[in-house]
């Protein structure tokens, strides 16, 4: 079996705000003898800075590239933002005459990309290079009770031309399956495409939380015990400001909503609380954790 | 035989454009002449996502996917590009509304003419940022990066977190991705606030706040 290795880009939100995310990803990474390396320069993937300035995301994409690409091994990424920004930087430096003006001021640090270096997301290593039919075969909690529905993440499928045909983005169904794997029962819903707003929310609060509403008001008519995404920006806006958006709208939502490696870790048998941090998440998924004692 | 003044808006509803585009500024009628003819090709000559731009056809699938235009209706990518194709300059430039983008990339999954609203949104907020309109979410992102090279500090309540649950300490090289912002001159850009000074939140990011607060920077109105 190929040996798989990855450099583990973290992202700004992830160690900070979600790291019961981190650390639910790095159990599962041993599980299945993932290995991870961690680099300490690594920065910001630059989603944001494009918006000031096109050529600071792709300066600050090209810096992580170019760093992964030090230790000759391509990027495990956790949040659909920072696949993006990174992979769509390394489309865009396929051009040579790009990456030669990015690497000009690459080398006042002392680094260069030379276009090497491949970005995929945990979820999507999960699934091509484990397969789900593996992950069902390891799978030993029992979790048919459990309803729960996949959140993409857009960045995880848009823009199509980037991911070489990963999953379709009008129909997606890699989440669906890696979910399936785990024995948990999946409930289909209308709004599956939406945008959960984490990038407007800077920006406009109330907009952010009307769009996020949106989708919890859709899952909560479905009954769904939990959502299951792989998206620290997602969780932010659909676990972290869960309680504000039931304020603002005045709907008692209170879904729990885990990050897919925490499911999987249910699944495969890890401690709920020390291997996968459930007890972090927003909202308290307290029923999930008394059904699993 | 005398005429009375002639008082369209006593005749109608008054068109109120700035409502589509600042609440705060007056409204004035847009004069052709004032009209920036060429904004359109300064916008499709700043990057090849745009070149697209003039092949429009002002169907509006944008819009009718976009998230935002959905829960708020005067933020509308179709109107947007169109205010650019009529070299609207100053009032797309200075629109609140070119911030509010959620970066779903639905406009341009779907547009029939492969424009890619989503990159040339980016470029006019580029064009807004270098004339002082970025808003203090994103100007205080860039000092934060400045410092650490992440967008949050890196102390506070969650370095305890981490540590109780055995992650390694994060560690990164501010002064790399300071040096980088400076070479495409966001070292300045931070010192512009779109913003006044007085109404700034600067318990953005704090991780010590509540998420909400802290994350959240303002919001609209």
């Known amino acids: ?293 | 035989m005398s005429h009375e003044p002639h008082k369209p808006h006593e005749m109608h509803e008054p068109y109120k454009p700035h409502e589509m585009l600042n609440h705060h500024e007056p409204y004035e009628p847009i004069r052709v002449l004032q009209l920036d003819r060429n904004f359109r090709f300064e916008v499709a000559a700043t990057h090849p996502s745009a070149q697209e731009l003039n092949a429009c056809f002002t169907c509006g699938t944008c819009s009718a996917g976009c998230p935002i235009h959905r829960v708020y209706p005067e933020y509308d990518p179709l109107k947007m590009l169109r205010m650019v194709h009529l070299g609207m300059r100053r009032e797309v430039l200075s629109s609140e509304y070119i911030w509010y983008c959620a970066t779903c990339h639905t406009c341009e999954h779907r547009c029939p003419q492969k424009v890619k609203f989503f990159d040339i949104l980016n470029i006019l907020k580029n064009l807004a940022a270098k004339e002082g309109y970025t808003p203090y979410a994103w100007t205080n992102q860039v000092r934060q990066l400045r410092q650490t090279g992440l967008v949050f500090p890196t102390e506070g309540a969650w370095v305890k977190i981490r540590a109780e649950l055995s992650l390694r300490p994060l560690k990164c090289n501010g002064k790399n991705v300071a040096r980088l912002l400076e070479l495409v001159g966001l070292d300045q850009i931070d010192q512009i606030d779109r913003h006044d000074q007085n109404n700034q939140h600067d318990q953005i990011n704090r991780p010590d706040q509540p998420d909400h607060e802290a994350n959240s920077g303002r919001g609209r109105s």
Request: contains cysteine.
């Open chain 1, 1 to 293: 079996m190929k040996r798989m290795r990855y450099v583990l880009f973290l992202g700004c939100t992830t160690p900070i705000k979600v790291p019961q995310y981190e650390l639910s990803a790095r159990w599962i990474a041993r599980r299945l003898g993932i290995e991870l390396l961690d680099l300490e320069d690594m920065a910001c993937c630059g989603s944001n800075q494009i918006n000031l300035s096109l050529d600071a995301g792709l300066l600050l994409a090209g810096m992580n590239l170019a760093l992964a690409e030090t230790q000759g091994m391509d990027i495990i990424t956790l949040c659909s933002g920072c696949t993006g920004a990174l992979t769509e930087a390394r489309e865009e430096l396929k051009n040579e005459e790009v990456r030669d003006r990015i690497n000009r001021k690459l080398s006042s640090i002392g680094l260069t990309y030379q276009g090497k270096c491949r970005v995929r997301h945990f979820s999507r290593v999960l699934y091509e290079d484990i397969g789900p039919d593996s992950l069902r075969a390891q799978v030993i909690r029992d979790l048919s009770k459990l309803k729960t529905s996949p959140h993409y993440g857009c960045h995880y499928l848009k823009p199509k031309a980037v991911y070489e045909g990963f999953d379709e983005p009008d129909n997606p169904k890699t989440l669906h399956q890696l979910i399936l794997a785990t024995g948990a029962s999946l409930v289909e819903y209308e709004t599956l495409l939406l945008c959960c707003g984490g990038k407007t929310f800077p920006n406009s609060q109330d907009i952010a939380f009307s769009l996020a509403g949106i989708k919890l008001e859709n899952l909560l008519n479905k009954g769904v015990d939990f959502i299951t995404l792989h998206c620290n920006t997602c969780y932010v806006m659909y676990g972290l400001n869960q309680p504000h958006i039931a304020k603002k709208i005045g709907r008692p939502y209170n879904i729990p909503v885990l990050l897919y490696p925490q499911l999987l870790g249910l699944a495969l048998g890890a401690d709920p609380v020390a291997d996968l941090g459930l007890h972090l998440n927003i909202p308290f998924p307290g029923k999930l954790l008394e059904t699993l004692r």
